[in-house]
DNA sequence: ACCCCCATGTAATCGGTTACATGATTCT
DNA sequence: AGAATCATGTAACCGATTACATGGGGGT
């Protein structure tokens, strides 16, 4: 069976929390669900209008005087009945293998000289200590917000499982970078 | 600038580790790289075409009594080139976002009952704990392989990054299991 | 002037999966 | 007779990225 695609569900979902404009879920996801998703304007332009079109939302064009015009989206009853049916059926295609070329790399690292893959690794975990700063100021922006969100628990969450992966990942380069300079000399 | 494509750079590797056939390079990496990396028959055999067509392989075939006729691959001096040359160039992409739909489901799951949530959250533990297991299984592979491989340094790295993470991402289903099911009753 | 933010959209292209086709050998 | 493993390949399709196009408003 083809794997479904969620991306019309993402947006279902996006219009739920208050982004009711392709523009403003784009910078949402890439904002507070940066940590597991990601999406282009080319998914989401075409996406939207592909629900409306089904009518799993409706679309209303708002002209704005200081700002361009915008098109606003809104769930209908169907819309929200396929969002809740997706969410409770089961996820049947295992777990994510998430490709990883610096994994790839090191893992081919006898062709190229040690301090050149000790560097790499140094490069790696900086990129996750910045990954890790990120998730620290998502955090803060959804604690801070005016409105306590009844989505807040489970936006948490998600966080925490980032912040538990990535720390682990940066333990990991600590351990092997030792291990790499052990060896060098 | 558009993405650099690693296909052809991870058949490159494979070469060098003994893998030969379009057949055995897809099996290692199903089975060695799988915590990292994944590949298709779709773009195998084209990429090693493409190799060959550009001089970075060799193709030979050769017949077998027993078995269907394979063509075995072999990397020229310019393909260690091209190989050595990107496996030292820098990795310009940050880091890989890994798509995550179990997160993604919890990250909406105020439209779902609770209970829905925490089974989700257990078959997405359960299918961590099979990872693990799996991981176990190729190390003991690797290590109990007659012929200890230069490469098996950096293989075994790589695993223990799956290890690591993949017990985080455990801890913290476990953690998120009971606070949902506190808020439960 | 220039750039950034807001805002919507399309076309070309790419990387990758899935499904299909073929066919030999070995094991049950 | 049928299933499993070995072995190679292609065509259709799809999800997604990238680059491009347009255009108003505000700040330096």
Avoid at 104 to 129: C, G, M, N, T, V
Wanted: aromatic residues 10%.
């Amino acid at each position: 069976m083809p794997k479904e695609n969620d991306t019309p569900y993402v947006l279902l979902g996006m219009m739920t929390t208050g982004c009711n404009t392709g523009y403003s879920m784009k910078q949402m996801i890439d904002n507070s669900l940066s940590h597991f998703w990601k999406i282009s304007y080319g998914q989401i332009y075409p996406s939207l209008k592909k629900l409306t079109d089904e009518g799993l939302a409706v679309a209303k064009k708002e002209p704005q005087k200081d700002k361009p015009d915008k098109i606003t989206y809104e769930m209908t009853s169907v819309g929200r009945e396929a969002l809740e049916n997706w969410l409770t059926s089961p996820i049947e295609s295992g777990l994510p293998i998430q490709k990883n070329e610096w994994l790839l790399k090191l893992f081919f690292s006898r062709h190229e000289p040690a301090s050149s893959a000790i560097e790499k690794i140094r490069q790696y975990e900086k990129q996750l200590e910045e990954k890790l700063a990120i998730y620290r100021q998502i955090e803060q922006n959804i604690q801070n917000a005016e409105f306590r969100s009844e989505d807040e628990r489970f936006w948490l969450f998600t966080l925490r499982h980032g912040f538990k992966t990535t720390t682990a990942a940066i333990e990991w380069c600590q351990e092997v970078t030792e291990e790499l300079q052990n060896g060098e000399e």
